[in-house]
């Protein structure tokens, strides 16, 4: 590995925005920082990280950069990466090693490392890969083209990961071209520390936005074409705005006060999943999706203490139990841990037990992996690895079985599909109310618009239909 002087080479940058800004005073938004140069983010993780890519090309664009499809265009190249499990942050690496060729043919091409594992690694990104020339945290997406400028300017490393964390959470959505569905950030950060995640470490303290301009930024997407919204945050529910509204009283507002025809949200945690919320999903079900993503993790008691959740396995089913008979029609999907450290075979057959108890349509399971900084890494009575994999194997070949089963119940049944796409041959792809992906034959006009399909063959991650006239 080469070896560089940090020293001198890095500035760890700790200015907040506002006195970057005033400090440098030449690379507010709009300025012509990019000179037309590609740039290229290359983005891993959840919905969040998917929607800052976004709100980094916004930037990056209207400082006159050229979002390009490949690093091959690019004279920047931006990795958005997660950390939530070990592999994403090995493949940060081999991503940038795979970089090598094109900065020996262009010198002048700079790679940074955002997302959280910016944040969570910081210098050490750039001390075990040299080519990296910037890194920065989560935290600080708006100071991107700054950012971006010291490094094309000055020529030195930068690091920038600093949290505010007295500032507000003020951030409008930026989107360049909203298509027919689009993300909108209500809340960030994560209070919570279950013992086995990351998160509250690269995303800080919980913070929402405030009520009125969620709804203003939903207002303002209607204007410009979007049929639906997908709320976003660590925990939606926990959502609490500074005069007062919950997570109940903004989905409500935003289903009654801003026009827009569909609205989901992701994620939310058992705990903070009330009576008041379940209403409101049923009241505004012309609305609001009847479809509801909350992840479980482990279907035994014991080791859900161990986790920190909050909940036990029979809180959990009572909650469910009130979901389904509150919310008509109610679609259900989760996130499950395998081989958290001391789940034993019988603790693991309590997961799959609930699995099949609750009946959901997906589930997102994953072999735990430890975190830095998190205290289920310090437990001792780690699962090894292949007993881990053999679980997560059998986990999925229980629910394949199980899935199959529940959405037979769509054959024949006529879905309401908000189409999104069509390719060349007619294939138009949308998602329904139960967030179920829907392939059907029809027409480009049909791009925004909620039309009825029969679903003719329905399968456990798609739903094959035909358009009724
Ligand atoms: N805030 C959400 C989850 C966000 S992280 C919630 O609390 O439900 C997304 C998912 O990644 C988690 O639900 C969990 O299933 C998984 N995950 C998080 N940390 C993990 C780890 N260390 N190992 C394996 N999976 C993990
Ligand atoms: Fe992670 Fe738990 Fe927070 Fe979800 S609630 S982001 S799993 S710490
Ligand atoms: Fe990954 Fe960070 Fe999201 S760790 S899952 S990108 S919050």
Not at 83 to 107: A, C, F, Q, W
Not at 235 to 243: A, G, I, K, L, R
Not at 436 to 445: H, R, S, W
Request: glycine share 6%; charged share 25%; aromatic share 8%.
């Amino acid at each position: 590995m080469e070896s560089v002087n940090l020293q001198s080479s890095l500035q760890t940058d700790v200015q907040t925005q506002a006195e970057m800004t005033q400090s440098s005073g030449r690379h507010d938004r709009n300025q012509d920082i990019g000179l037309g140069r590609g740039v290229y983010v290359s983005t891993y993780g959840c919905q969040m990280n998917v929607n800052d890519t976004e709100r980094m090309y916004s930037l990056l664009e209207m400082a006159n950069f050229t979002p390009v499809k490949t690093p091959e265009e690019a004279e920047l190249i931006i990795i958005n990466a997660c950390s939530i499990r070990e592999k994403p942050v090995h493949k940060v690496y081999s991503e940038v090693g795979r970089y090598r060729k094109l900065r020996e043919k262009n010198p002048g091409l700079k790679i940074g490392v955002g997302g959280c594992v910016g944040q969570q690694e910081k210098e050490n990104l750039i001390k075990n890969q040299p080519l990296i020339d910037f890194v920065f945290g989560t935290d600080n997406i708006d100071s991107l083209p700054n950012l971006v400028s010291q490094v094309f300017t000055d020529k030195a490393k930068v690091i920038q990961t600093k949290f505010e964390h007295r500032a507000p959470y003020h951030v409008e959505t930026l989107v360049r071209n909203p298509g027919v569905s689009t993300f909108v950030n209500i809340a960030k950060g994560c209070d919570n520390f279950c013992t086995f995640c990351i998160v509250p470490y690269t995303r800080g303290r919980e913070k929402s936005r405030p009520m009125s301009h969620v709804l203003m930024d939903v207002r303002n997407l209607v204007n410009r074409g979007v049929k639906e919204v997908s709320l976003l945050g660590q925990n939606v529910n926990s959502y609490h705005s500074e005069d007062g509204a919950d997570f109940a009283d903004l989905l409500k507002k935003v289903a009654t006060d801003t026009g827009v025809e569909r609205i989901r949200y992701t994620t939310s945690h058992p705990k903070d999943f009330n009576e008041k919320l379940m209403h409101v999903m049923a009241d505004h079900q012309d609305k609001i999706c009847e479809y509801v993503h909350l992840p479980f993790q482990s279907g035994n008691t014991e080791i859900l203490k161990r986790m920190n959740r909050g909940y036990s396995r029979e809180e959990y089913i009572a909650k469910i139990n009130q979901m389904k008979k509150i919310i008509p029609n109610l679609v259900l999907s989760t996130d499950i841990i395998v081989g958290f450290p001391g789940e034993t075979e019988e603790a693991f057959q309590d997961t799959m037990s609930l699995v099949e108890e609750i009946g959901f349509e997906t589930i997102y399971a994953f072999m735990y992996s430890p975190r830095p900084f998190t205290k289920a890494a310090q437990f001792t009575d780690q699962i090894e690895e292949k007993v881990k994999n053999e679980r997560l194997n059998r986990l999925f070949d229980h629910q394949d079985k199980i899935a199959f089963e529940i959405v037979k119940r769509y054959q024949d049944q006529t879905l309401n599909v908000l189409v999104e796409s069509i390719n060349e041959q007619g294939k138009a792809q949308g998602r329904s109310t139960q967030n179920k992906l829907v392939y059907f034959m029809g027409t480009a006009d049909l791009i925004g618009k909620t039309v009825p399909v029969r679903i003719t063959q329905p399968f456990p991650s798609v739903l094959r239909g035909e358009l009724q006239q």
